[in-house]
């Protein structure tokens, strides 16, 4: 796939490979592919393969993940940053729904090449921008989940299918879920806002 040099990467719900070779070939795959100018939003919440992945992209660095089981829903940030306050709505101090409490965190990471969106409560990511590659990631496998492609702002149950849209398939808040409002919708709309237009200005097929 990656030597097809798509536009834009979204990686699916779980992206759980159990075999150790394998997942650092398609971590290899995906580094290149970042390296090349693609635009990766990597949904995952497997803390094998993130850290397969984050080693592959830090040659020299230890990555681990630590599960949040439980922890339905959680904060964003109050930067301005157009993945917060971006084209589909400012979510900036808002919550994300975690679909199904499966969110996971990442340690090791030098911080300082990261814009941070989300937090666990002992502050380590979640939820992150690179700042020099074209990446987004997000560490709950189901937060862009919807169930059917059905429409409201109830849609789904309480604490799984956090993403809701209106009957012209807009991003809408979703209120229904366990402990508030969230965002899910605005968030995943934001972020493909984002990788358009890097992909179109900054991406693997962009003229040089």
Do not use: C
């Not at 230890?62 to 301005?80: D, K, P, W, Y």
């Not at 157009?82 to 199904?100: K, M, Q, T, V, Y």
């Not at 189901?142 to 789904?156: D, Q």
């Not at 879920?177 to 965002?183: I, L």
Request: avoid cysteine; charged fraction near 20%.
């Amino acid at each position: 796939m990656f030597d097809e040099k798509p536009e834009i990467v979204l990686t699916g719900f779980d992206l759980a490979i159990a075999d150790a070779g394998n997942r650092a070939a398609i971590a290899g795959y995906m580094v290149d592919y970042l390296n090349k100018g693609g635009v990766l939003i990597l949904v995952l919440e497997r803390d094998y393969m993130a850290k397969s992945f984050f080693e592959a992209l830090y040659p020299g660095i230890t990555v681990s993940g630590s599960a949040l089981i439980g922890t339905l829903r959680m904060q964003l940030g109050f930067m301005n940053d157009e993945i917060l306050n971006g084209p589909f709505g400012d979510i900036r101090g808002r919550f994300f729904g975690n679909d199904a409490g499966g969110t996971i965190s990442i340690t090791g990471l030098p911080e300082e090449d990261l814009v941070v969106y989300a937090r666990d409560s002992g502050g380590k990511p979640t939820i992150f921008k690179h700042k020099f590659y074209n990446l987004v990631f997000i560490g709950d496998g189901g937060i862009f989940a919807n169930l059917n492609g059905g429409t409201g702002s109830t849609t789904g149950t309480a604490t799984t299918y956090p993403l809701t849209i209106d009957s012209n398939n807009r991003p809408v808040t979703k209120t229904s879920w366990s402990g508030g409002d969230v965002e899910n919708a605005r968030l995943f709309a934001n972020i493909m806002a984002w990788a358009i237009k890097q992909a179109q200005f900054n991406g693997i097929n962009s003229p040089k």
